[in-house]
């Protein structure tokens, strides 16, 4: 089906940061999109749920727009499309980071000030 005023939410996390105004890609990729906010919310707090089970971990929910976009709905009510360039970052939507990814942040942090304080004592 073609949409021809496509508004939708995409995930993202710490590995591709998008920036409001920007595409989603600069090259056609397949993308999922939750055609409502709630479906994006509950996919982002499943990843991070079950981060051994569910991979990647999503952290960022971002609403998109896209003219005339070809997609194809799932049987689980996903939007997918093979046509990612013609989405635009509308908004960021929300950002969380759980808690268990916070702490293994801060123990890389500090394991590398470590790694360097004694480099610099050599």
């Known amino acids: 089906m073609k949409i021809k005023n496509l508004t939708g939410y995409m995930l993202g996390n710490e590995r591709k940061i998008h920036s409001v105004g920007t595409q989603w890609d600069k090259q056609d990729t397949n993308v999922w999109i939750a055609p409502t906010l709630s479906m994006a919310r509950k996919l982002m707090y499943e990843s991070q749920k079950n981060p ?4 990647p971990i999503w952290t960022t929910i971002y609403r ?4 005339d976009v070809v997609c194809t709905k799932s049987a689980s009510g996903l939007l997918h499309t093979n046509k990612s360039s013609k989405l635009i970052v509308d908004r960021i939507v929300c950002h969380e980071v759980p808690y268990e990814m916070l702490e293994q942040m801060d123990n890389n942090i500090i394991n590398k000030i470590k790694r360097e304080t004694r480099g610099n004592k050599r």
């Open 52 to 55: 051994q089970v569910v991979s």
């Open 64 to 67: 998109v727009c896209g003219q």
